[in-house]
Antibody
């Protein structure tokens, strides 16, 4: 069973870069059947999609964050990473990594079927 | 791209049915049959309950059903149970964004 696990610093200073890693276990990150996404949730608020990466390395970002976001993949380690630059208190949130299915024959498609447990990141000096 | 609009809260008694609406625009919900619904219990990650408007993942109770009409999608929970008390979010493919979530609905079982 595929599982996702986020890791990274829980505290980041303002103006610095937030860096998180999502590790995929129990399955392959190199399958062409999925987009690997980052999603965040501000405290007590709703969900916001940040961006995704395909196993080939192609990416797509939320236009509202595009200038500050970078997502990369390391297939050998079965990890994908998020970098968010020039952070402010407004970037304080729980950050989730999640999988979006593309192949309906494999189960859930066109939905985020697997999520990490989430990691809280606080931006504060 | 603005968030999809959901009622802040919906409540019902055990055994009753409730419906949560998710209103978007012709650029998202109205254009694509790619609406999904997520259940989130406090302190937990979201869990997919419905995908492609009305399909249920394996293991999800048939008490959960989805539909769409025009720019509005809906999630219906029938035979409401205490364990259904949670926050629910819709999500739609939106082309250029490309994923937009709803504002979220807190379901309370009375």
């Amino acid at each position: 069973q595929v599982q996702l696990q986020e890791s990274g610093p829980g505290l980041v200073k303002p103006s610095q870069t937030l860096s998180l890693i999502c590790t995929v276990s129990g399955g392959s990150i190199s399958s062409g059947s999925y987009y690997w996404s980052w999603i965040r949730q501000h405290p007590g608020k709703g969900l916001e999609w940040i961006g995704y990466i395909y196993y080939s390395g192609s990416t797509y970002y939320n236009p509202s964050l595009k200038s500050r976001v970078s997502i990369s993949v390391d297939k050998s380690k079965k990890q994908f990473s998020l970098k968010l630059s020039s952070v402010t208190a407004a970037d304080t949130a729980v950050y989730y990594c999640a999988r979006w299915g593309l192949d309906c024959s494999g189960g859930v498609c066109d939905g985020f079927d697997i999520w990490g447990q989430g990691t809280m990141v606080t931006v504060s000096s | 791209q603005s968030a999809l609009t959901q009622p802040a809260s919906v409540s019902g008694s055990p055994g009753q049915s409730i419906t949560i609406s998710c209103t978007g625009t012709s650029s998202d919900v109205g254009s694509y049959n790619l609406v999904s619904w997520y259940q989130q219990h406090p302190g937990k990650a979201p869990k997919v309950m419905i995908y492609e408007v009305s399909k249920r993942p394996s293991g999800i109770s048939s008490r959960f059903s989805g539909s769409k009409s025009g720019n509005t999608a809906s999630l219906t929970i029938s035979g409401l149970q205490a364990e259904d008390e949670a926050d629910y979010y819709c999500c739609s493919y939106a082309g250029t964004t490309p994923y937009v979530f709803g504002t979220g609905t807190k379901v309370t079982v009375l």
